[in-house]
């Protein structure tokens, strides 16, 4: 769709590392003039560079257009003795302390960690390396619950990887009984949004370019039914305003809450 709106082929690399850290150290190294772009989730430059060292930081970029929003979430398996609700985990999780959690990221600790002094909880934390690495945990009964980028929502037909907590903005499109962070009571909204960032140095008439195309693919019908029927991920447009007034006072909200907790743990 891309490659129709702008009337040039369209290469995708997949940069793995550091959770995007590679790629947006090679974007904002990348002098082509607007030619490079990166299209990812927002947390590796509104949460990254607060928690770790990295060779960039948010004025690096110009974040052009938002078409979609993540989907994260807090999940369990099926069978558990607090069934599926968020409520019935904090009740059986003050009477039975060592509830177990699998952790991805730093950013995920965070939360949990907030959470859990908060509700005066007592966790165990089983440290994963993914959905690959949560999801056999989660299914198979060995971990309570758990943070899922995304991979739960493989599993909203069959019902076997219940979500208990939005982590986004809005309730889940596959799971809208779940509450979110702030239905829930914290006051906390670290939703990804998936957006296209390009260097700071980019001329305004590519970057426009590029702003152009991307609103006309997310009107597109194919767009559309792939991102929101297939990914289950619900199409949400904004502009480069917008969206960078948002990422900046999503990382002032990082910042406090990193302030509040004392610091970040580090990924084991």
Not at 23 to 48: C, H, K, Q
Not at 82 to 99: H, I, M, Q, T
Not at 139 to 166: I, K, N, Q, R, W
């Amino acid at each position: 769709m891309l490659e129709d709106e702008l009337g040039q082929p369209v290469n995708v690399v997949n940069q793995p590392g550091a959770g995007m850290g590679v790629a947006l150290t090679r974007l904002v190294n990348n002098d082509d003039e607007g030619y490079t772009f990166l299209y990812g989730p927002t947390s590796p430059i509104t949460f990254g560079p607060l928690a770790t060292d990295v060779d960039y930081d948010m004025d690096d970029f110009r974040y052009i257009s938002a078409v979609s929003l993540a989907q994260a979430g807090i999940v369990t398996g099926e069978d558990r003795p607090f069934g599926d609700s968020w409520e019935e985990l904090l009740d059986y999780a003050r009477k039975n302390p060592g509830v177990s959690y699998a952790t991805q990221t730093a950013q995920d600790r965070l939360i949990i960690d907030y959470i859990a002094e908060q509700e005066g909880l007592e966790l165990r934390i089983v440290p994963t390396a993914g959905g690959a690495g949560m999801a056999p945990l989660i299914l198979s009964g060995d971990v309570d619950f758990a943070y899922s980028g995304g991979t739960h929502s493989g599993y909203a037909d069959s019902g076997e990887m219940p979500v208990l907590l939005s982590l986004a903005e809005d309730r889940l499109v596959a799971f809208p009984d779940a509450p979110t962070l702030v239905e829930a009571g914290y006051d906390i909204t670290p939703g990804d949004i998936l957006m296209a960032a390009l260097p700071k140095n980019v001329p305004d008439e590519r970057a426009q370019r590029l702003a152009d195309a991307l609103e006309a693919a997310t009107q597109d019908e194919r767009f559309i039914e792939v991102t929101e029927e297939r990914l289950l991920l619900p199409v949400n447009y904004m502009d480069e305003a917008e969206l960078t007034d948002t990422l900046y006072a999503q990382r002032d909200a990082f910042a406090e809450l990193i302030d509040e907790m004392g610091g970040v743990e580090a990924p084991e």
